[in-house]
């Protein structure tokens, strides 16, 4: 125990400080993090996601530092390139273990850090922990949904690992902090998502007045602000979706709390789905959201001309390391050798697997910029 601060605030301290939370300012949202300094980065969005949770957790009497640490942990994991990185690399691990990026933060949090003088990772809480892994849902489910699993064997390595130590208790809810940490993380990217497409010019205000919720939020602008310039009423319109969303879920969240009546945290660990969530109708408004994000942003022409560039470079960076795992750094030529060792022999499958986690862990850490140095350095200039 802290003699000043409860073991939340702790955890949320140690998240902050560690490495890979400063690796994320130079990790991909949408856009590869050099495209524009206006852009959202892995970083930006932590904040933002952070931000809503404490508003959310707040005004729902829950804990608002295990909410934010959650939020500030969530997507540690996530390798260089984003969601195109996390693609190519389970691709390249389907061999090895898997791999996922919920998981993957996990290890980074109990393992992979490497500061402290009497343990690996950051000594987190358990909730912390849990919330980590299931703040998505159930991380077994036979239900499917987003990071979750059919079974226990077919975890990913990370989470089975992590699990084992700490029984995370992965077939049923996370807590109400947790849940709120997601939902924060869809309010957050629904909404810079279309700030940051609108900057890129993939579509405009014309556009999004065609969508449910926002058509409305620009036109209660236009009501109340006629002839406002164009960047204002953007921000004005889109700060009104944001509020949208917040007030949604903690009107739903505040009904199903009275309504249900949950006594602890394992009342809530225990129902069928989470507790924190939108109502049906900005759900389904929210969906066609999301399918015009998917269509005008994230498969964009130019997204996906720069998908495959980036592709690339992650499916020539893990073989070549692979190959000549003496390309890693110096100090990760011991965690290169023990994988050696655990195998004992090279060319044994046990071995290529231990050095293939050793390289994910490498290739995972990458921020955007160093990944690209590194394919130029390996690979680009001996084309």
């Not at 000043?4 to 590869?32: E, G, N, Y």
């Amino acid at each position: 125990m802290s003699t000043f601060r409860s073991p939340f605030q702790r955890d949320r301290d140690r998240i902050i400080h560690s490495s890979a939370f400063r690796r994320l300012k130079h990790k991909t949202q949408v856009f590869v993090e050099h495209e524009g300094d206006y852009y959202r980065t892995r970083l930006t969005h932590t904040i933002e996601v952070a931000q809503v949770a404490r508003t959310i957790a707040g005004t729902l009497g829950l804990n608002t530092d295990l909410a934010e640490a959650v939020a500030l942990a969530h997507d540690l994991g996530h390798p260089p390139f984003g969601h195109t990185g996390e693609d190519a690399l389970a691709e390249l691990m389907k061999p090895y273990g898997g791999f996922d990026h919920n998981a993957q933060a996990l290890r980074i949090v109990t393992k992979l850090e490497k500061h402290y003088a009497g343990f690996d990772g950051l000594n987190l809480t358990w909730e912390t922990l849990e919330g980590i892994a299931k703040h998505n849902g159930p991380a077994i489910s036979d239900k499917g949904g987003s990071h979750s699993f059919p079974s226990r064997e077919e975890l990913p390595y990370a989470l089975a690992e992590v699990d084992a130590a700490w029984d995370l208790e992965l077939e049923t809810n996370a807590s109400a902090e947790a849940q709120v940490a997601a939902v924060a993380d869809d309010v957050a990217y629904n909404h810079h998502d279309l700030h940051d497409g609108l900057r890129a010019g993939l579509f405009d205000e014309d556009d999004l007045c065609e969508l449910p919720v926002i058509g409305a939020c620009f036109a209660e602008v236009d009501k109340l602000h006629p002839g406002l310039d164009r960047t204002r009423r953007q921000h004005e319109a889109l700060r009104r979706v944001f509020g949208v969303m917040v007030e949604d879920v903690i009107a739903v969240a505040e009904n199903r709390l009275t309504s249900l009546g949950p006594q602890s945290v394992d009342d809530i660990r225990q129902m069928d789905g989470p507790i924190i969530r939108f109502s049906k109708p900005l759900y389904q408004s929210l969906k066609v959201l999301k399918q015009f994000l998917f269509e005008r942003m994230y498969r964009a022409p130019s997204v996906v001309v720069e998908r495959k560039r980036v592709t690339e470079m992650i499916n020539a960076l893990f073989p070549l390391f692979m190959e000549r795992p003496e390309l890693l750094p110096e100090e990760w030529q011991e965690e290169v050798s023990r994988a050696r060792i655990l195998g004992g022999d090279c060319t044994r499958p046990e071995s290529k697997q231990a050095l293939a986690r050793v390289v994910l862990d490498y290739v995972a850490g990458m921020t955007d910029r160093f990944a690209i140095q590194e394919y130029d350095r390996l690979v680009g200039r001996g084309r």
